[in-house]
């Protein structure tokens, strides 16, 4: 379901239906979710989704390791001069632009990436996530509450009123499983089994390699089941790990690096900007010099898969928009056993309201008047729709979806609880080109 438009007047067509400005992820072909198949396939391996056989050159692959730039869009691949690496692993293999999944946000990403499902069938759709089974809202990835929500439930408590709570921008969050009394563990984040282990159980050894800030955890136990995980302190040391498990390789290998500081630099300056310039350079160089110090046996037989989890929608946080000034939207917003507003869960780009009975008219009138442009669904409508995949459907989406779902066409739109978001220059989550479309890069290492 390739569409015939053009990204920004480029020269060559993208996947994904365009609607009305807004692309619809390629869940059939050119979709992110995709890759682990992709990487998989590569070492004679089935794991069902694949993209298109077209997009790895053809050989015999005994490693593969699927290098994940974190924010880094196909706008900024056709954009000014690239790194290094990936002109050479332009010209030595494949170059294809694909979808991230909707939402184009980190965690229900990653969370494909590490599953091999979509959104629906894994039913994690984004950083912020409403657990009714406990009646909160939490961060997802970390595994801890929600502050906003812990000072709102802490008002409550003492007899306040828990719509206006004092914001206090020091608060920490908790732990999640401390915070529910152990009623809350990695297990109920996420449905499906994480690629690694049915890699192992095929012979496959697999590794995974990121910032040691965020190794383990509940989020990390289950999502990278089956794999060694290897955490670094570092962008040099980020790139010799990567040569060294090809390097150590007895057998098969499948070596997932992932590397979020290009993303902070987006949020912080923008895509344009000379901080996430550097970051970019700085991952691709760090890797690049390693990759170049394998022994030539063991780069022959290394295919390197460079992609993005999302782009960045370059936006003026001046024109942000606070939820909370639009009475008639923070009005309607369910609330918890102690009276407190379920606050939207998802994210600036992707919300997910959860409504009062009787009050989806209201809002959406009160929607449709504020000062931004938006497509706004139900929460039913977007999952029969396919908005989050294609595949069956998690019953952990279905009670987790607001009863209205949201997506800003061009500005974030959050609460003031959680202020940095609403002061991001780049933002992602939503079916802008600039989020959806992202570079995936195939090549040889011997090739170069």
């Not at 984004?126 to 008002?155: H, K, S």
């Not at 012979?203 to 290897?230: C, D, F, K, M, W």
């Amino acid at each position: 379901m390739t569409d015939t438009s053009f990204f920004d007047g480029g020269e060559r067509a993208l996947p994904g239906v365009r609607r009305d400005g807004y692309v619809w992820p390629a869940y059939d072909d050119y979709s992110f979710d995709r890759v682990p198949g992709t990487a998989a396939r590569a070492l004679g391996v089935d794991l069902d989704r694949a993209l298109p056989p077209a997009t790895v050159p053809d050989g015999d692959y005994e490693r593969v390791v699927v290098l994940l730039v974190d924010g880094y869009g196909w706008d900024r691949f056709q954009a000014g001069e690239r790194p290094s690496l990936l002109s050479r692993a332009a010209t030595a293999g494949e170059t294809t632009a694909i979808t991230s999944v909707y939402p184009s946000e980190t965690a229900a990403a990653i969370t494909s990436l590490n599953t091999g499902r979509t959104p629906a069938e894994h039913g994690l759709l984004g950083w912020n996530l409403r657990l009714p089974t406990v009646d909160r809202t939490v961060q997802t990835l970390p595994f801890v509450t929600r502050p906003a929500d812990d000072r709102r439930a802490a008002a409550a408590a003492a007899g306040e009123d828990p719509t206006v709570p004092e914001l206090s921008p020091t608060d920490d969050p908790r732990d999640l499983t401390a915070a529910t009394d152990g009623a809350v563990d990695g297990e109920d984040l996420f449905d499906g089994r994480s690629v690694y282990e049915r890699l192992g159980e095929a012979g496959v050894e697999s590794h995974a390699i990121q910032p040691s800030r965020i190794t383990g955890g509940p989020y990390g136990a289950q999502a990278l089941a089956g794999a060694t995980v290897h955490g670094v302190d570092s962008v040099a040391e980020f790139g010799l790990s990567i040569r060294r498990r090809l390097t150590a390789a007895t057998q098969p290998t499948y070596v997932y690096a992932y590397w979020p500081a290009v993303d902070g630099a987006a949020h912080d300056a923008g895509t344009r900007s000379d901080e996430y310039a550097a970051e970019l350079a700085a991952v691709c160089g760090a890797v690049e010099r390693e990759l170049d110090r394998l022994p030539d046996a063991t780069a022959e037989e290394t295919l390197l898969l460079v992609t993005a989890d999302h782009g960045h929608r370059q936006s003026d946080p001046s024109a942000a928009v606070d939820l909370t000034t639009l009475p008639d939207v923070w009005g309607s917003l369910a609330r918890h056993d102690d009276g407190r507003p379920v606050l939207p869960t998802g994210g600036p780009r992707n919300l997910h309201l959860h409504l009062q009975p009787g009050t989806e008219e209201t809002v959406r009138a009160a929607l449709s008047d504020a000062d931004f442009e938006a497509r706004v669904l139900s929460g039913e409508r977007a999952v029969e729709a396919g908005l989050f995949g294609d595949g069956p459907v998690s019953p952990k989406l279905r009670e987790r979806v607001g009863d209205l779902v949201v997506v800003p066409k061009s500005v974030g739109v959050w609460i003031d609880d959680e202020r940095r978001k609403l002061e991001f220059v780049g933002q992602h989550g939503g079916q802008h080109p600039e989020e959806m479309s992202v570079p995936f890069l195939a090549a040889p290492v011997g090739s170069w």
